[in-house]
């Protein structure tokens, strides 16, 4: 299955500065939950979202800092364990990828995930939902 909406049609992004060590543990839950249901939603979009939908993956990028990000990537392709798509954020830490840029993550580097509706609804971002709580 490949999306072919080419919008961006996620929710808006709104970055923030946490304290890490404070948040890992806070936020397991929620990356438990979300790796406990992707398989679920990894099957719905292999077999069609519906018109004006969007598939999002959410991974953890890795400055040389030691600092890390919070990426969504926007789901093109599933290829057995391997995810295709473009870089869905204006990075803000982490550098060397640019917003748009093609790439390909594994499976198990999930975090979390997100469906967008056209209608601005989402389903998902277990994560994204409860860090947004934290402001």
């Given at each position: 299955m490949v999306d072919t909406n080419d919008k961006y049609s996620g929710p808006a992004d709104t970055p923030q500065a946490i304290n890490a060590d404070?948040?890992?543990?806070?936020?397991?839950?929620?990356i438990q939950k979300a790796k406990a249901t992707y398989a679920a939603v990894k099957e719905r979009f292999?077999?069609?979202l519906p018109a004006g939908s969007s598939f999002f993956v959410t991974?953890?990028?890795?400055?040389?800092?030691?600092?890390?990000?919070?990426?969504?990537i926007k789901v093109l392709g599933i290829e057995?364990?391997?995810?295709?798509?473009?870089?869905?954020t204006h990075l803000q830490v982490v550098t060397g990828y640019?917003?748009?840029q093609r790439?390909?993550?594994e499976e198990h580097t999930i975090i979390d995930w997100l469906i967008s509706?056209?209608?601005g609804s989402?389903?998902?971002n277990f994560v994204g939902k409860f860090l947004d709580t934290l402001k």
């Open positions: 404070a948040c890992e543990e806070a936020i397991a839950p929620h292999l077999k069609g991974i953890r990028l890795r400055a040389t800092s030691g600092h890390w990000e919070h990426a969504f057995g364990t391997t995810i295709i798509g473009l870089m869905a640019p917003y748009g790439m390909m993550v509706s056209q209608d989402e389903e998902g």
